[in-house]
């Protein structure tokens, strides 16, 4: 033991030294630092704790006087000091060369058994530097240790002062005992999840051969020498116990008898592990393909084995086809089937979609009937021609006119009438027409509406911008007053309600040319500079004209396609492009027209595609994009049954809702409900309550309940007044007083 230093510690900031000498190198080129530490403390202590590791961390050493204990990997040992007596002794030999830096955590405790820190420093050591080495001890309290192992908890504020507090020097688990940096090392099998027992910053290795993720000396791992055997791992069939369990296997029942293939195709075996180890199989070998068989199926012909472990009995199927799209061939007994698909009607050996019509009111409706046309449901809108009917329906597959047309066209100034040829006329009324402005007339004008022409006369506009205000244009102006200053750079104008304005304006300078700058400037007049900005050439078939030396210079050429197909395109230096119209068939690229031509430039559709399929439950409309859409909709209609409500378009079809409440709360009526009428209440006698107790035996009379005889209250008493209490019918018999009476 090296005795460098032989001192105590006498007194709060008790002084220590401990001296840091760099052991030699059996390479004789290489030099090595040697200093010495001065150590002093805030508090006195009865032991010190050393940790030195290197600056990459590759290598540390830790050090304890209690005991003289030393564990140094890699680096050179410390020797330790004695505290008996007051007297102590320290060495560290890191045997580092110069151009090393070491990190140092020097502290001390109070408590032989805990040894729980109460002052402490860290700081890294500049090795290859001449002079002492100073370390101050600064106190740290007794709760910067939390799981009691020696080591600084840092996450408690002001218990770790310093620059070095790092993964190689503090605990790295302030919670977990058995981890912090005085740790030696981890056991010699640890689990492959453990934490870093040493605070090394470098992952402990776990003792897994097998690779696979279960330490070998966990009870986990019942076979350390297979990666497929560990507590945990599914179970497989490859005759092992792969999850530790004491069962082979569990779960495939092997050995147990099977089959393969069917009828005379069927083969016997046991069940054996597959190659894959995760599924079985039947050990049977299989029969030869192609031998004869009946596989039952009268719509197969040649039947034979397929052959092999899963032989089966197959032949080639009999082929039906009917050539219609909207039926399912399919063969029964030997015999061919066609059946209509779903929301499909074979009517005239064609087929036809639910919802297809061949008149407004005739409809496929495979519900009713999937091979003749079906009537749409009565009450189903239609058109049947006449010019003054609104609201037809069909009535049993035919349109029949609905109510009348009112003709009202909207117009709040016209008489509309209906002729059942010539359809509406509107006779105009101009008293029905007032705008409330004295400068305009009311007149009454179709298709228009109510206009108001412009008249003349004197008005007031209420401006002090004018004078002789008159009716011009339907509005009421005046003769602007004169507002002008006499300076030419400002704009002269009036406000209504101020007067006159004058704004000066650098618009007034404009000298037509624009390759300069036109500025008003007070006092001076119009100043023109020349500018570098774009400009226009007078040539229309010029772009990006540009100015120089106050001249406009012409740009490049423009492009006239004006991508029209109904124009043929030019350029007319007057005028800029000119795209001529031209007549002709064109696309207007809308599948909702037909008969496209250019008219006027514009290529315009002659005809709109009609898409109404006549049925209230079918949204019509038409894509451009693809043509006519007729989509179910879900919206109210009439199922002609009255006595039913809320009844719902449903799958193109109207479907009937709840039934109808036919309840009129009359105690004196029979409620009922007929489907061509709907709520029926006819009145009945029987007996009834009218609601007061104080009459007796009330009978429904007319369908109204009327009131039977009072109850009898009579006390048969002179002295009393005897009536009946309507809230609940008890008598009351109220004492009166009198001759003879109390």
Same mark, same amino acid.
């Given at each position: 033991m090296l005795n460098w230093f032989d001192g105590s510690f006498r007194s709060l900031f008790g002084l220590g030294i401990v001296l840091i000498g760099l052991g030699l190198s059996c390479e004789p080129t290489t030099v090595y630092d040697e200093f010495v530490l001065v150590v002093t403390s805030q508090e006195n202590v009865v032991g010190l704790r050393i940790i030195a590791v290197t600056n990459d961390g590759a290598n540390r050493a830790v050090y304890d006087s209690e005991g003289d204990s030393l564990v140094a990997d890699k680096l050179s040992n410390l020797s330790g000091y004695d505290l008996v007596n007051g007297k102590f002794d320290v060495g560290i030999a890191t045997g580092l060369p110069t151009e090393q830096n070491v990190k140092l955590l020097v502290y001390g405790y109070k408590d032989t058994v805990t040894r729980k820190p109460t002052v402490a420093f860290a700081d890294v050591v500049q090795l290859g530097t001449t002079g002492p080495r100073s370390a101050y001890l600064r106190s740290i309290g007794t709760d910067c240790d939390q799981d009691a192992d020696g080591a600084l908890s840092c996450g408690i504020p002001g218990c770790c002062v310093g620059t070095s507090y790092?993964?190689? +020097?503090?605990?790295?688990?302030?919670?977990?005992?058995?981890?912090?940096?005085? +740790? !030696?090392?981890?056991? /010699?099998?640890?689990?492959?999840?453990?934490?870093?027992? +040493?605070?090394?910053?470098?992952?402990?290795?776990?003792?897994?051969?097998?690779?696979?993720? +279960?330490?070998?000396?966990?009870?986990?791992?019942? $076979?350390?020498?297979d990666p497929d055997v560990h507590a945990g791992h599914a179970e497989v069939c490859d005759f092992k116990d792969n999850d530790c369990d004491g069962d082979i296997d569990e779960g495939y029942d092997v050995g147990t008898p099977c089959t393969g293939g069917t009828g005379t195709c069927k083969n016997v075996g046991t069940t054996v592990c597959a190659p894959d180890s995760f599924d079985v199989v039947c050990s049977v070998s299989g029969v030869d393909k192609g031998i004869p068989c009946d596989d039952g199926n009268l719509c197969t012909n040649n039947d034979v084995c397929t052959g092999g472990i899963n032989s089966t009995c197959r032949g080639s199927v009999k082929v039906c086809d009917d050539l219609l799209e909207c039926t399912t061939d399919s063969c029964a007994n030997g015999d061919c089937v066609a059946e209509i698909l779903p929301n499909s009607c074979v009517i005239d050996k064609q087929c036809y979609e639910t919802g297809d019509t061949t008149s407004q009111c005739l409809v496929c409706d495979p519900d009713a009937d999937n091979t003749s046309w079906s009537h749409v449901e009565n009450g189903t809108q239609c058109d049947d021609g006449d010019e003054c009917t609104t609201e037809d329906v069909c009535v049993d597959g035919v349109c029949?006119? %609905?109510?009348?047309?009112?003709?009202?066209?909207?117009?709040?100034? =016209?008489?509309?009438?209906?002729? #059942?040829? #010539?359809? @509406?006329?509107?006779?105009?009324?101009? /008293?029905?027409?007032?705008?409330?402005?004295?400068?305009?007339?009311?007149?009454c004008s179709i298709p228009g509406g109510c206009i108001f022409p412009n008249k003349? %006369?004197?008005?007031?506009?209420?401006?002090?911008?004018?004078?002789?205000?008159?009716?011009t244009g339907g509005l009421c102006t005046g003769t602007p007053i004169d507002c002008d200053d006499d300076v030419f750079c400002t704009i002269d104008s009036c406000i209504a309600d101020s007067g006159c304005q004058h704004q000066p304006s650098d618009a007034l300078c404009d000298d037509m040319n624009p390759c300069t700058t036109d500025v008003c400037i007070a006092n001076v007049g119009c100043d023109h500079t020349p500018t570098n900005d774009p400009c226009n050439d007078k040539n229309s078939c010029t772009t990006g004209d540009f100015c120089s030396g106050g001249v406009c210079q012409s740009g490049a050429p423009i492009a006239c396609d004006d991508n029209n197909q109904c124009t043929t395109d030019s350029c007319d230096p007057a005028k800029g492009c000119v795209n001529t119209k031209v007549a002709k068939s064109c696309d207007d690229g809308n599948a909702c027209t037909s008969g496209d031509t250019c008219v006027d430039g514009v290529c315009k559709s002659t005809k709109?595609?009609?898409?109404?399929?006549?049925?209230?439950? !079918? !949204?019509? #409309?038409c894509d451009p994009s693809v043509g006519c859409k007729n989509e179910a909709n879900t919206l109210p209609c009439q199922d002609g049954n009255a006595c039913t409500d809320g009844d719902t378009c449903k799958d193109k079809v109207c479907a009937a809702g709840g039934p109808t409440v036919c309840d009129d709360g009359n105690q004196c009526t029979s409620d009922t409900c007929f489907p061509a009428t709907g709520c029926s209440f006819s009145n009945v006698s029987k007996d009834c309550d009218d609601g007061n107790p104080c009459t007796l035996s009330d009978k429904c009379i007319g369908g109204v309940c009327v009131a039977g005889p009072p109850k009898?209250?009579?006390?048969?008493? /002179?002295?009393?007044?005897? !009536? @009946? $209490?309507? =809230?609940?019918? #008890?008598?009351?018999?109220? *004492?009166?007083?009198?001759?003879?009476? *109390?």
């Open positions: 790092d993964i190689a +020097v503090k605990d790295c688990d302030d919670i977990n005992a058995s981890v912090s940096p005085f +740790v !030696t090392a981890a056991p /010699e099998c640890i689990p492959c999840n453990a934490p870093d027992y +040493v605070c090394s910053g470098k992952a402990p290795v776990c003792k897994d051969d097998d690779n696979d993720g +279960v330490a070998d000396c966990s009870l986990e791992d019942c $076979d350390s020498n029949v006119g %609905g109510s009348a047309d009112t003709c009202d066209d909207g117009l709040e100034c =016209t008489l509309d009438l209906c002729d #059942s040829e #010539s359809g @509406c006329s509107h006779v105009p009324n101009d /008293e029905l027409c007032d705008d409330n402005n004295v400068c305009t007339d009311n007149q003349t %006369g004197g008005c007031d506009d209420n401006s002090v911008c004018t004078e002789e205000d008159t009716c709109i595609i009609d898409c109404a399929d006549g049925n209230i439950c !079918t !949204t019509d #409309s009898n209250c009579n006390d048969n008493d /002179e002295c009393t007044t005897d !009536t @009946c $209490d309507v =809230t609940d019918g #008890s008598c009351v018999n109220t *004492p009166v007083p009198g001759p003879g009476c *109390p």
